[in-house]
């Protein structure tokens, strides 16, 4: 889906949703879920509360604390199940091989999924790192804003925030898997992935890795810009458009559950006066030790952009994209780390595009682990899957003619008549050295990653790619050290 078709999609539901906003009067009623303040025990000394302030509706009172336990699956499947059907629904309204896929249903469903290969899909840039990274956001925000514990977290170095975005991330995969090759998917309506070229991961690992590090950014513009705009700014328009323009996918799931685009749990609707429509529910920890955790991050995760560039004889262009890793420490200085990356290729020449994946695993040492700056090296060793896809143009042109003598339109099976593919697939080690800065506990950045790959592919249409220079930065959440 380009970005233009999810532009269209949000524009739609933003403004069913602004309607709804201005036909309503303000009023509390999301408010009144805020959770009473627990009542300590001995046994459990680390009970997060809600901290009495001045502004908290008397409807608070009446929540139970049953009310802030485990997930509102109900809600959530229905939601999630509007936002799909939102997806499906232009796809198939908007694409004629979607609807006529010229495959059986069951064959096609096969085929599709059997067929999955690579990392390249056929998508755009802004399709694969843009668009289904903000489709995971979407998906991660309406967990969360089902998720009854969690549901009041904000950006910050508290443990509260972080497991909440976790989980949502780990739903935002598993829906992601459903919009991919579920029972109602891109494989199931169109079976999209059984014809070339769009059957590579590139999805699988962007949508919910860079839609995890969308949704901090969204949080941290929450916290930072948009909070103070509510408390200084007088006109209800600009805080609703500042609300809904800079969390646009938060946006997004908001209109999901058939809310306003510019609703917010903690604070009530932009109309009121703006030091009256903060609700301060921030965890505090009452009383009891201080939690112990790990100065060390036992696990890490990292999602990541990338640029690749080849380097010898017979190179081409770059190669530009993204992927996630995950590092399990063993030792206070060492770590076993697997990485997963892609990237589309540039500059190959007129009809001709290519994609690299690979897919490798090794030891990571770290000189300083437990300070602000982290320099580390590793070696990394596995396999790396190129591929190319040659158009011809004439022939292309020529069915195009044809289709329009008869009254329609290229579709996905055509495609197989007038482009080819070649793939090679070898082993590949890369050695890198990088330097990570710590922000917090819980998160830091890499800001350098500079490495060199050599693999032992063949030579695709005799572009030389055994020797590769790599550079990587990205986002490291840390898991146990909060």
């Known amino acids: 889906m380009n970005p233009y078709t999810r532009g269209v999609i949000f524009s739609l539901a933003l403004c069913a949703s602004v309607a709804q906003g201005l036909a309503q009067s303000p009023d509390l009623e999301d408010s009144s879920n805020i959770p009473a303040p627990a009542i300590p025990k001995p046994a459990s000394p680390l009970i997060p509360i809600a901290p009495i302030t001045p502004i908290i509706p008397a409807a608070a009172a009446s929540v139970t604390l049953e009310e802030t336990r485990g997930v509102d699956w109900s809600a959530l499947l229905r939601e999630s199940f509007a936002f799909l059907s939102l997806e499906q629904g232009f796809r ?16 096609g469903y096969a085929q599709s999924v059997g067929n999955l290969h690579g990392w390249g899909d056929g998508d755009p840039f802004l399709v694969n790192y843009v668009g289904h990274p903000m489709q995971g956001a ?15 977290a904000e950006f910050g170095r508290n443990s509260w925030y972080w497991k909440s975005r976790l989980r949502a991330a780990a739903f935002s995969w598993a829906y992601s898997e459903q919009f991919e090759i579920g029972p109602i998917s891109e494989a ?37 810009v948009i909070r103070r705009v509510d408390e200084h700014v007088r006109s209800g328009v600009v805080r609703m458009l500042v609300r809904g323009g800079l969390n646009p996918t938060r946006s997004m799931a908001n209109a999901m559950s058939f809310d306003v685009p510019w609703h917010r749990n903690d604070r009530i609707d932009p109309w009121e006066p703006p030091r009256l429509s903060l609700l301060q529910v921030t965890p505090k920890r009452v009383y009891g030790e201080p939690e112990s955790h790990p100065l060390l991050a036992p696990f890490e995760f990292t999602a990541n952009a990338r640029v690749l560039q080849g380097v010898g004889s017979n190179v081409r262009g770059s190669c530009v994209g993204g992927g996630a890793s995950a590092a399990y420490r063993v030792s206070p200085s060492w770590q076993l780390v697997g990485d997963v990356g892609g990237c589309k290729m540039t500059n190959l020449g007129e009809n001709i595009s290519g994609d690299s994946l690979t897919y490798m695993v090794g030891p990571r040492w770290t000189a300083r682990a437990d300070k602000q700056w982290e320099p580390f090296a ?105």
């Not at 070229?197 to 929450?222: C, N, R, S």
């Not at 922000?439 to 990653?449: E, K, M, N, Q, S």
Request: proline share 3%; net charge neutral.
């Open 188 to 224: 199931s309506i169109g079976h999209t992935q059984a014809f070339f070229p769009q059957q590579g991961f590139v999805d699988h690992v962007a949508t919910p890795a860079i839609g995890l590090a969308w949704m901090v950014v969204e949080d941290a513009l929450d916290r930072y």
């Open 138 to 152: 979407v998906a991660g925000f309406i967990f969360a804003q089902n998720d009854r514990k969690y549901r009041y």
């Open 378 to 482: 590793q070696i990394l060793i596995g396999g790396r899957t190129l591929t190319h896809e040659k158009l011809d143009p004439v022939k292309k042109a020529e069915l195009q003619a044809i289709a329009a003598q008869q009254g329609t339109t290229l579709s996905f099976p055509d495609h197989d008549r007038y482009a080819t593919q070649t793939e090679t697939t070898g082993l590949a080690v890369s050695a890198n050295a990088g330097l990570d800065v710590k922000l917090h506990p819980a998160i830091a950045l890499r800001v350098l990653d500079l490495g060199y790959m050599h693999s032992w592919n063949s030579r695709l249409d005799g572009v030389n790619y055994g020797n590769t220079v790599q550079l990587t930065a990205g986002l490291i959440l840390r898991i146990g050290t909060w």
């Open 92 to 107: 198939y309204l908007t694409e004629e091989g979607t609807r006529h896929p010229h495959i059986g249903t069951l064959k």
